[in-house]
């Protein structure tokens, strides 16, 4: 039969890079097939309702006033992301759907890039394998439905680091500039996307270090390097310059560092992250690391001499691969088990590249880029506040992690193989299949014990989030009949004042409430302030408990405000997950919250 590709290597050679062949070809379009399925099924259940989500959407309805965008919405990110979904507001319209098929796009197109980069960085095994990990991974299907920033930056990040690695290794003018305006655009998506540069600068520096590069080498590393973040701040600088007119980037600093966990709360924080992770890790992302091994050890099979598909080490090998790494992760689930592997993997790739040749142009350049990557934010990521959508740019370097490891484990049961087809007396064949069954065994053992746990979570981003949406229009028309107004004259003059819920504010302008507010503050209904001329509401929510100073507003201005309706709302997965505070039973469970509307008088 046709061979699916070129001889894997250990290292990919960048100067002759594996030829794709149909069956790889095939293989990586079903995996992206996979990935658009998971993300787009069910998307009429998809809303906005997270904070975040609602600041980046809500741009479209500020004017020049407002600085045409949500207050204060720098101190939440860079402008790009919000920019993105207003073009396709003015092309499309204003919709729920418009806002999250930003990050759709960016998460069905993630599992691509993962491929490519884990290709050229290891082979074509490990990019297959990366791209399963990264097509069926549950927090990216769930964040790749949402308005945040964090899907599309994480997208940017990597396409960074692997361009970077491509100027680094092969230096042409594009591939410095497309890496330049990668790390620039995930710059401009999230504050920290100058991670790129950080890799690069590590990976290189740890690389030199490590097998003592030549200075030539490294001076013109160094060299690339500068030139990519000169590419950079031409994007970035020109935002940086227009926030000199709110007061320059101190206030977003000074808002950052109030998100930073001494290292004593270090460990309670990564344990609150692996926490989330696990509660949305189902059966796909479990199923989805075994298929990941057993793909990749299908398609290095297939480069053996003499191999063909009705063979039974296809069927032996790749199920027991398949039941064996699944059931691993159906221990801790998919994300936390590719956690824990990638910290292995780093100590394992950190002392390959120590023994390995030197660090030449075709040398382990990669190896130390994952290195630094993986461990760099192992130790970073839960020292600020465990929010899990900030786990993403760490998950993406586990996905390379395992498809390299995969790499590895296929590219010893590779060998053996071979050994045996050269010598029949060869032991070690008799050895593997025995290690093969009892794998298989305790693997379809710890699947049946975990398995129907996961299947019961169902695909995490299929979950509704669509509580803010059903609240809306109810909210809107309690406010028109408690001012006596039907829908038309009850839009025009009845106006609602949003205190800390950004994402039914969204919700609310989308039920055709013309005139919706943002408030932080209830000095406008205290006594002795003047008595609003058209209706009044306010709008309060869960935020508005957490906020500082609200109490204390509340209770000067209650005189004044009458309680209308009282909506009980349901917060998603997501929303509950992705808080820092509740305690472990709801952030799974999600207790009810309530929505309350009041008049001013």
Same mark, same amino acid.
């Given at each position: 039969?046709?061979?699916?590709?070129?001889?894997?290597?250990?290292?990919?050679?960048?100067?002759?890079?594996?030829?794709?062949?149909?069956?790889?070809?095939?293989?990586?379009?079903?995996?992206?097939?996979?990935?658009?399925?998971?993300?787009?099924?069910?998307?009429?259940?998809?809303?906005?309702?997270?904070?975040?989500?609602?600041?980046?959407?809500?741009?479209?309805?500020?004017?020049?006033?407002?600085?045409?965008?949500?207050?204060?919405?720098?101190?939440?990110?860079?402008?790009?992301?919000?920019?993105?979904?207003?073009?396709?507001?003015?092309?499309?319209?204003?919709?729920?759907?418009?806002?999250?098929?930003?990050?759709?796009?960016?998460?069905?197109?993630?599992?691509?890039?993962?491929?490519?980069?884990?290709?050229?960085?290891?082979?074509?095994?490990?990019?297959?394998?990366?791209?399963?990990?990264?097509?069926?991974?549950?927090?990216?299907?769930?964040?790749?439905?949402?308005?945040?920033?964090?899907?599309?930056?994480?997208?940017?990040?990597?396409?960074?680091?692997?361009?970077?690695?491509?100027?680094?290794?092969?230096?042409?003018?594009?591939?410095?500039?497309?890496?330049?305006?990668?790390?620039?655009?995930?710059?401009?998506?999230?504050?920290?996307?100058?991670?790129?540069?950080?890799?690069?600068?590590?990976?290189?520096?740890?690389?030199?270090?490590?097998?003592?590069?030549?200075?030539?080498?490294?001076?013109?590393?160094?060299?690339?390097?500068?030139?990519?973040?000169?590419?950079?701040? =031409?994007?970035?600088?020109?935002?940086?310059?227009?926030?000199?007119?709110?007061?320059?980037?101190?206030?977003?600093?000074?808002?950052?560092?109030?998100?930073?966990?001494?290292?004593?709360?270090?460990?309670?924080?990564?344990?609150?992250?692996?926490?989330?992770?696990?509660?949305?890790?189902?059966?796909?992302?479990? =199923?989805?690391?075994?298929?990941?091994?057993?793909?990749?050890?299908?398609?290095?099979?297939?480069?053996?001499?003499?191999?063909?598909?009705?063979?039974?080490?296809?069927?032996?090998?790749?199920?027991?691969?398949?039941?064996?790494?699944?059931?691993?992760?159906?221990?801790?689930?998919?994300?936390?088990?590719?956690?824990?592997?990638?910290?292995?993997?780093?100590?394992?790739?950190?002392?390959?590249?120590?023994?390995?040749?030197? =660090?030449?142009?075709?040398?382990?350049?990669?190896?130390?880029?994952?290195?630094?990557?993986?461990?760099?934010?192992?130790?970073?990521?839960?020292?600020?506040?465990?929010?899990?959508?900030?786990?993403?740019?760490?998950?993406?370097?586990?996905?390379?992690?395992?498809?390299?490891?995969?790499?590895?484990?296929?590219?010893?049961?590779?060998?053996?193989?071979?050994?045996?087809?050269?010598?029949?007396?060869?032991?070690?064949?008799?050895?593997?299949?025995?290690?093969?069954?009892?794998?298989?065994?305790?693997?379809?053992?710890?699947?049946?014990?975990?398995?129907?746990?996961?299947?019961?979570?169902?695909?995490?981003?299929?979950?509704?989030?669509?509580?803010?949406?059903?609240?809306?229009?109810?909210?809107?028309?309690?406010?028109?009949?408690?001012?006596?107004?039907?829908?038309?004259?009850?839009?025009?003059?009845?106006?609602?004042?949003?205190?800390?819920?950004?994402?039914?504010?969204?919700?609310?302008?989308?039920?055709?409430?013309?005139?919706?507010?943002?408030?932080?503050?209830?000095?406008?209904?205290?006594?002795?302030?003047?008595?609003?001329?058209?209706?009044?509401?306010?709008?309060?929510?869960?935020?508005?408990?957490?906020?500082?100073?609200?109490?204390?507003?509340?209770?000067?201005?209650?005189?004044?405000?009458?309680?209308?309706?009282?909506?009980?709302?349901?917060?998603?997965?997501?929303?509950?997950?992705?808080?820092?505070?509740?305690?472990?039973?709801?952030?799974?469970?999600?207790?009810?919250?309530?929505?309350?509307?009041?008049?001013?008088?």
């Amino acid at each position: 039969m046709l061979p699916m590709t070129e001889p894997a290597r250990a290292t990919a050679d960048p100067a002759l890079p594996p030829r794709i062949g149909r069956v790889e070809a095939w293989s990586i379009a079903g995996v992206v097939a996979i990935a658009i399925l998971l993300r787009a099924g069910w998307f009429a259940r998809a809303a906005i309702e997270h904070f975040d989500e609602g600041v980046y959407a809500s741009n479209w309805w500020f004017d020049a006033a407002q600085g045409y965008q949500y207050p204060q919405r720098q101190l939440y990110a860079p402008p790009l992301l919000p920019l993105l979904i207003e073009l396709v507001f003015f092309i499309a319209g204003p919709s729920n759907a418009g806002a999250l098929s930003i990050n759709l796009v960016a998460g069905c197109a993630m599992p691509l890039l993962v491929w490519w980069v884990g290709r050229r960085w290891f082979g074509p095994a490990a990019g297959l394998a990366a791209a399963i990990l990264a097509a069926t991974s549950d927090p990216q299907i769930l964040f790749s439905r949402t308005a945040l920033t964090d899907p599309l930056a994480t997208c940017l990040i990597l396409a960074a680091v692997g361009l970077i690695r491509e100027a680094l290794i092969r230096p042409r003018a594009v591939v410095v500039v497309a890496a330049g305006l990668a790390a620039g655009l995930a710059w401009l998506t999230k504050y920290n996307g100058w991670l790129p540069l950080a890799i690069g600068l590590a990976g290189v520096g740890a690389c030199a270090a490590a097998r003592g590069a030549g200075r030539a080498l490294l001076i013109r590393r160094l060299r690339i390097l500068a030139a990519v973040a000169v590419g950079a701040l =031409c994007l970035w600088i020109p935002y940086l310059v227009s926030l000199q007119s709110q007061g320059g980037y101190a206030p977003i600093a000074q808002n950052h560092r109030g998100y930073i966990v001494s290292w004593f709360d270090w460990p309670a924080s990564l344990a609150t992250q692996l926490c989330s992770l696990r509660a949305v890790d189902g059966a796909v992302g479990i =199923c989805g690391v075994g298929l990941a091994l057993a793909a990749a050890c299908c398609l290095a099979l297939c480069d053996v001499p003499g191999f063909t598909w009705n063979r039974r080490q296809t069927i032996t090998l790749g199920g027991a691969m398949f039941l064996s790494a699944s059931g691993l992760a159906a221990i801790e689930g998919a994300s936390g088990f590719l956690l824990l592997a990638t910290v292995a993997v780093v100590l394992e790739q950190g002392w390959r590249a120590v023994r390995g040749r030197s =660090c030449g142009d075709d040398g382990n350049l990669a190896d130390w880029l994952l290195v630094a990557w993986c461990g760099g934010l192992c130790l970073a990521t839960p020292w600020y506040a465990p929010y899990m959508r900030l786990t993403l740019p760490l998950l993406a370097a586990s996905w390379l992690a395992g498809g390299a490891l995969a790499g590895r484990l296929v590219a010893a049961v590779q060998g053996t193989i071979q050994a045996r087809a050269r010598n029949p007396a060869h032991r070690k064949a008799p050895q593997v299949a025995m290690v093969a069954m009892l794998a298989s065994l305790a693997g379809a053992g710890l699947l049946a014990w975990r398995l129907p746990a996961a299947l019961a979570r169902g695909v995490a981003g299929w979950q509704s989030r669509t509580g803010l949406l059903e609240i809306a229009e109810p909210l809107r028309d309690a406010a028109f009949r408690s001012a006596h107004l039907d829908e038309r004259t009850g839009s025009e003059r009845c106006t609602f004042l949003v205190y800390g819920e950004p994402a039914l504010l969204f919700q609310l302008r989308l039920a055709g409430a013309q005139h919706v507010l943002p408030v932080g503050h209830l000095g406008f209904a205290r006594d002795g302030a003047p008595a609003p001329a058209t209706p009044h509401f306010v709008v309060v929510g869960p935020h508005a408990l957490t906020t500082r100073g609200f109490k204390e507003q509340f209770a000067a201005a209650r005189d004044r405000l009458v309680l209308t309706a009282v909506f009980e709302y349901h917060p998603s997965q997501l929303v509950t997950l992705d808080n820092p505070a509740p305690a472990a039973t709801s952030r799974v469970q999600g207790a009810p919250d309530e929505i309350r509307l009041y008049r001013v008088r």
